[in-house]
């Protein structure tokens, strides 16, 4: 028996990205250093959580990030349990797969400083590319790697 789907279906818009990590904590406390809103960190547990995942007896915290234009962004996740155990070295920012995610930022080297304040650092520099952004990226808790761009050409906007 084959099932129809209409011609129209798929992707209709962006939701979230999802982020397992170790320290959510941690993690949420970067993300608000970038500047944006995030939950209070809350467990979750459920049937439901172990038949969408694939695994069994699921326990999870997690936090929502959201960009100031409250948009959801990020899903932070910690696994109580099953717990997966150490994990690699923060990969290179050439490694295939999902390596970084951007933002636009109102002042990159605002930004830049908090971040270093806090006992994070930039990957590589601040870059001016081509004087339409300032580029940087800054790695954070766990090698998570953040792009930040400041917009400087008010005629592209």
Not at 57 to 78: K, N, Q, Y
Not at 111 to 140: H, K, M, N, P, Q
Request: hydrophobic share 45%.
């Amino acid at each position: 028996m084959s099932k129809t789907f209409s011609a129209n279906a798929g992707v209709t818009n962006f939701v979230h990205v999802g982020l397992v990590v170790e320290d959510v904590t941690e993690t949420v406390r970067f993300l608000e250093l970038l500047g944006l809103d995030c939950d209070e960190p809350g467990m979750l547990r459920g049937d439901w959580i172990d038949r969408i995942i694939g695994l069994e007896d699921v326990t999870i915290e997690i936090a929502m990030a959201r960009a100031p234009d409250g948009s959801d962004l990020l899903e932070v996740v910690r696994f109580h349990s099953p717990y997966a155990g150490a994990h690699e070295p923060a990969p290179a920012a050439n490694r295939p797969g999902l390596r970084h995610i951007a933002f636009t930022v109102d002042d990159v080297h605002g930004v830049v400083a908090r971040v270093r304040e806090a006992g994070w650092e930039t990957v590589g520099e601040i870059v001016d590319y081509e004087s339409i952004y300032l580029l940087c990226y800054v790695r954070g808790p766990e090698g998570l790697i953040v792009e930040l761009a400041q917009r400087l050409d008010d005629a592209h906007r």
